[in-house]
């Protein structure tokens, strides 16, 4: 399990002309495109609206060769003026007895609700919606992205472009 406080800088990348630009920057800096890969995020509440302050996410995640669920928690920080964020994120092809256990606390801790640790180690998507909405949870909002990342100095950074934002009622 990843845990880390987490300060992002988001630029918002509105055209074709601004990507490319983007793009020759970070080659002409060293960068090298790693991969491409398909993200679907599923953003969770409860019925009672238990994660205003915070985030519950599942992210089923895939590209050419790979396939995986990534369930992640984000506790707000205090600051109002960026985004500050406790993250705690595991993969379900990693998850351990204790990622598990502690997530479940965590999810506990915000929302009242206890989930079975079994969930953390789901692989299968529908599955792991269906485990959630057993005990209380709904899909508030589906998120679909197509990532480009590129590799320089060990450090992962991803240009993403949204294909589409589904809000559930």
């Known amino acids: 399990m990843k845990a880390f406080h ?3 800088l988001k630029l918002k990348i509105d055209s074709m002309e601004m ?3 983007i793009i020759t920057r970070m080659k002409n800096n060293g960068y ?9 995020d599923y953003i969770l509440d409860t019925e009672m609206k238990d994660l ?3 985030l519950f996410r599942v992210r089923k995640y895939s590209n050419k060769e790979f396939e995986d669920l990534i369930f992640t928690i984000k ?3 205090q600051d109002i003026s960026f985004q500050d964020n406790m993250e705690y994120e595991i993969c379900a092809s990693q998850c351990t007895n204790h990622d598990a256990e502690y997530m479940k606390e965590l999810v506990k801790n915000m929302t009242g609700i206890w989930i079975p640790e ?3 180690f789901e692989k299968n998507i ?8 057993k005990f209380g949870f709904c899909i508030k909002r589906v998120i679909q992205k197509n990532v480009m990342c590129m590799l320089a100095n060990m ?5 993403i472009r949204s294909l589409n934002q589904l809000e559930h009622i």
Do not use: N
């Open 155 to 159: 450090q992962k950074y991803c240009l």
């Open 126 to 133: 529908m599955e792991a919606l269906d485990i959630l909405k």
């Open 19 to 21: 990507k490319d630009a």
């Open 75 to 77: 506790i707000k920080g």
């Open 32 to 40: 090298i495109h790693r991969e491409y890969s398909l993200e679907t």
């Open 6 to 8: 987490e300060c992002e």
């Open 118 to 120: 079994k969930l953390f």
């Open 52 to 54: 205003d302050k915070q």
